[in-house]
């Protein structure tokens, strides 16, 4: 048995990975003080038959594929997290472009703010240092869900990770524009809430929309192939924005 040991001041987190013609479960074990908790690994994800209502059909296939690669590479204690949809999904290998080697991309293309919530045990057991969030733009594509539901949502994200990993940095990101009339009032609802809550609610502030939106309140296609996703200049502005940021 391997086992692997990573020390700190207060705790201590351990990943114990059995040998592999074994047939015990992959265990993860936690120690803070007094208090040892075991787990294992797959209890951390969701489960393959889990259904969210506001996901597309595309995303109930996708979303457990990625949850599967997400158990293949587990997070470690201390990592940074980029948290979000297709937007950050498509950003391929963080480590490189914020020339880290402990950044995670949990990304999630078609995700909703619904799916970030029923994923979040993995990032609130092994307790990252950072968590940069960028969610909702799926949510304002369903009619049915207004501007302060998504902003709720993003909220309970935020005080999970404060009361379960409470030395993670929680940064939570403007939505980015969008070239579909119908949700550009309610991304910048939206965005207004999260903008004047970040203080009371101990996030911090990274606002991207406005560094992407034209004079016409879409995306500005400089930095986009399609409205919505970026282009390889829109992933240059964003990275540039939050490399100051990161530990």
């Known amino acids: 048995m391997n086992k692997h040991i990573i020390s700190g001041m207060t705790s201590i987190m351990c990943v114990i990975l059995f040998n592999s013609c074994n047939n015990s479960p992959k265990t993860v074990e936690y120690s803070s003080n007094t208090t040892i908790v075991n ?15 506001s996901h597309s059909e595309f995303t109930k296939q996708h979303y457990p594929q990625r949850i599967t690669e997400f158990k293949m590479n587990p997070l470690q204690s201390g990592d940074i997290v980029f948290l979000g ?11 490189e472009k914020i020339n880290k080697g402990n950044s995670k991309n949990r990304g999630i293309s078609g995700d909703t703010s619904e799916g970030v919530l029923a994923r979040l045990e993995e990032l609130t ?37 404060q009361t379960e990993s409470p030395n993670t940095e929680v940064f939570v990101q403007t939505i980015l524009p969008a070239n ?31 560094l992407f939106r034209s004079d016409s309140d879409f995306m500005n296609m400089d930095y986009s192939y399609d409205g919505v996703h970026l282009n390889e200049k829109g992933y240059g502005i964003w990275t540039n924005t939050i490399k100051q940021l990161v530990r």
Do not use: C, M
């Open 180 to 210: 579909t009339a119908s949700i550009v009032e309610k991304i910048e609802l939206t965005n207004e809430l999260i903008r004047l809550n970040a203080k009371n609610e101990g996030y911090k502030l990274i606002d991207l929309y406005p």
């Open 125 to 161: 057991y092994f307790k990252p240092s950072q968590v940069f969030i960028l969610i909702g733009i799926n949510d304002l594509f369903n009619e049915v869900i207004s501007s302060q539901e998504v902003f709720d949502n993003i909220l309970k994200i935020v005080h999970r990770l």
């Open 85 to 95: 949809n297709s937007i950050t999904e498509e950003g391929g290998d963080w480590n």
């Open 39 to 53: 787990k294992t690994l797959e209890s951390l994800y969701p489960p393959a038959d889990l259904v969210i209502a």
